[in-house]
Structures are given as structure tokens and as C-alpha cells.
């Protein structure tokens, strides 16, 4: 059975801070994996998709790589802001998404 | 830019009674999905449907829960006797191609509470 996990739980960091949020998963066999934004109390904004062929997806200040031999995904964010407060959750995607439970990052001015 | 909507925002229901929630997912989209996230836990996968069927359900999705396309917009998940444990936020997600393995588009959510 597919789980997914993610480290840390919490996150504080100064606003300019890069930083890496990890996530890691139990099965390779995977289609793709999606990282998300969850803001409190609502819904959520699909950040990035790597695709199980690819290694690398960058959007803005936004990079995620995977490896799926292993079994892990990394969350890179450049330049840190107050605004990219909010929880990050990667899942797999085997058709259905598998979750993880989340980072919740806070980004201190 | 299109968007799933759902609606309604929350809800409140009392326990035994049936409720009714609306997606409508991206015009141009073929899966169509239900997941729920209870109050500080992971975001749970329920229900996956294409061509008007159920393709894969999880053991939460039992006889209580059922899918409905009922017209060629509309996606619904009904729960026919609410527990207090269905209490949590509900999303509808869609996405199109080839078994649905590309981006899910989620919707803001339905907040349900169960008294």
C-alpha cells in the first residue's frame, strides 16, 4: 500500500530563505507526483506535476525534482516571502492522488 | 481561466440526514474525483469516476456514499445518513487525459459538519 510522507511537520524560516521541503513515498511505481498550496480553511492550488519520466519541474521561485528509484520528491523555494506561508503537500498520482500529510511552512518577515 | 466550483461552501446537517453536495467540474474534462480532509489529517481520496461510472472507490466510500453525473456539467456526492464522522471538508477535482494521470484541478472545497 502506497504512503507518502513528509518532513518536516513544521517549518519557520526568515523571509529570504531558501529552503527544501521533502517528501517521500513507499511504492516507485507511480504515474507522476503533484505538489500542492493549502491555505487555512481552503482549497488546493496546484503549485507543480513531474511527470515519472521527468527529474525536474520549475515554476517561478518554484522547483521540485524527483526520484522515484528512491522514493523521494524535494519542494525547493528561492527567496522565501511571508506570502508563501501556508501548508505544502505533495501526492502521487496512481491514478487517484495519495497524500501526504503536509508541511506547514511559516514565512517570517 | 476555467475552475471547478462547488457549492455549498459549508454546510450543517444533523446526524441521520442526507446531503447533497454540487461540483462542477472543467467543461472539457473526463475524471472526475471526491476527496475529503477531516480536521488535521491527510486529504483522503473517495471516489474516481470516467464515462459515468465509478472507475476505483476507496474503503471509505462505502453503501452510504454515491457519485452522480446528473446532467453534462453537474458531479454530486451524496451521503445518505450522515455520521458524525463525516464531518470535514470535501473536494471535487477533475482533470482530462490519458488515465487521468495529469494535473487534478481541485475546487475550494465543501466544509461539512455533522451535529
Known amino acids: 500500500k502506497q504512503e507518502v510522507t513528509q518532513i518536516p511537520a513544521a517549518l519557520s524560516v526568515p523571509e529570504g530563505e531558501n529552503l527544501v521541503l521533502n517528501c517521500s513515498f513507499t511504492?516507485?511505481?507511480?504515474?507522476?507526483l503533484q505538489w500542492f498550496r493549502q491555505d487555512p480553511g481552503k482549497g488546493l492550488t496546484s503549485l507543480l506535476l513531474?511527470?515519472?519520466?521527468?527529474r525536474e519541474q520549475t515554476s517561478g521561485r518554484l522547483n521540485a525534482s524527483l526520484d522515484k528509484s528512491s522514493g523521494r520528491s524535494t519542494l525547493y523555494i528561492a527567496a522565501s516571502q511571508p506570502g508563501d506561508s501556508a501548508t505544502y503537500l505533495c501526492?502521487?498520482?496512481?491514478?487517484?492522488?495519495?497524500f501526504g500529510q503536509g508541511t506547514e511552512l511559516s514565512v517570517k518577515p | 481561466e476555467p475552475e471547478v466550483t462547488q457549492t455549498p461552501s459549508h454546510q450543517v446537517t444533523q446526524m441521520g440526514q442526507e446531503v447533497i453536495l454540487r461540483c462542477v467540474p472543467i467543461?472539457?474534462?473526463?475524471?472526475f474525483y471526491w476527496y475529503r480532509q477531516i480536521l488535521g489529517q491527510k486529504v483522503e481520496f473517495l471516489v474516481s469516476?470516467?464515462?459515468?461510472?465509478?472507475?476505483?472507490k476507496s474503503e471509505i466510500f462505502d453503501d452510504q456514499f454515491s457519485v452522480e453525473r446528473p446532467d453534462g456539467s453537474n458531479f454530486t456526492l451524496k451521503i445518505r445518513s450522515t455520521k458524525l464522522e463525516d464531518s470535514a471538508m470535501y473536494f471535487c477535482?477533475?482533470?482530462?487525459?490519458?488515465?487521468?494521470?495529469?494535473?487534478?484541478?481541485f475546487g475550494p472545497g465543501t466544509r461539512l459538519l455533522v451535529l
Open positions: 511504492d516507485s511505481a507511480i504515474y507522476n
Open positions: 469516476f470516467y464515462n459515468n461510472e465509478i472507475s476505483e
Open positions: 467543461s472539457n474534462h473526463l475524471y
Open positions: 477535482a477533475s482533470n482530462t487525459g490519458t488515465g487521468g494521470r495529469e494535473t487534478q484541478y
Open positions: 501526492a502521487v498520482i496512481g491514478g487517484k492522488l495519495i
Open positions: 513531474i511527470q515519472s519520466s521527468q
